[in-house]
T-cell receptor
Framework: GAGVSQSPSNKVTEKGKDVELRCDPI?????LYWYRQRLGQGLEFLIY????????KSGLPSDRFSAERTGESVSTLTIQRTQQEDSAVYLC??????????????FGDGTRLSIL | GQNIDQPTEMTATEGAIVQINCTYQ??????LFWYQQHAGEAPTFLSY????GLEEKGRFSSFLSRSKGYSYLLLKELQMKDSASYLC???????????FGAGTRLFVKA
């Protein structure tokens, strides 16, 4: 497709279960970002991938959170043993990588995660 | 540490001009972005500044002063559809990690 695609759009699960969120970036975009947005709040950086370089995981809130990306394709964000505090919208964004240039991030519509 | 400050909410009248300020303190700087986010939707790109000065883009303009760690977004001829959250974001140097402010919710009234 033309834009960033995320799935599922909504996910409701019980506390303690594992969830896997998927992001399909825009073709040719080497950079991919995951953010968390709680209700009424700003975007909280989670992790950033750039090509085959080691990802920047500095924003992951705990070891229950992990993410993978193979090359410049799809990424998955996994949350293990979910807690109610994990309830939020998880946004994925992608961008090109051109040093010093204007490369805005293009966002997907997000996955709304609700932990019961 | 990394810190980006924006007012939480602002209200303005249709047809007027509004200025949304953003101050930042970050370990590095490689550009400042403004995004618009309507309720329940994904953020969309509005503007980018990396050098000091004003960038104009139709009804929207953005200003940057790197020495002061300050930016503003100026919206002219406000329309009801401009009611949204406006997010200020700073990109770090050495990589492409981007830190977002909490956003400013703008309400445009008739």
């Amino acid at each position: 497709g033309a834009g960033v695609s995320q799935s599922p759009s909504n996910k409701v699960t019980e506390k303690g279960k594992d969830v896997e969120l998927r992001c399909d970036p825009i073709s040719g975009h080497t950079a991919l970002y995951w953010y968390r947005q709680r209700l009424g709040q700003g975007l909280e950086f989670l992790i950033y991938f750039q090509g085959n370089s080691a990802p920047d995981k500095s924003g992951l809130p705990s070891d229950r959170f992990s993410a993978e990306r193979t090359g410049e394709s799809v990424s998955t964000l996994t949350i293990q043993r979910t807690q109610q505090e994990d309830s939020a919208v998880y946004l994925c964004a992608s961008s090109t990588r051109q040093v010093g240039g204007n490369q805005p991030q293009h966002f997907g519509d997000g996955t709304r995660l609700s932990i019961l | 540490g990394q810190n980006i400050d924006q007012p939480t909410e602002m209200t303005a009248t249709e047809g007027a001009i509004v200025q949304i300020n953003c101050t930042y303190q970050t370990s590095g700087f490689n550009g400042l972005f403004w995004y618009q986010q309507h309720a329940g939707e994904a953020p969309t790109f509005l503007s980018y500044n990396v050098l000091d000065g004003l960038e104009e883009k139709g009804r929207f303009s953005s200003f940057l002063s790197r020495s002061k760690g300050y930016s503003y977004l100026l919206l002219k001829e406000l329309q009801m559809k401009d009611s949204a959250s406006y997010l200020c974001a700073v990109r770090d140097t050495g990589g492409f990690k981007t830190i977002f402010g909490a956003g400013t919710r703008l309400f445009v009234k008739a």
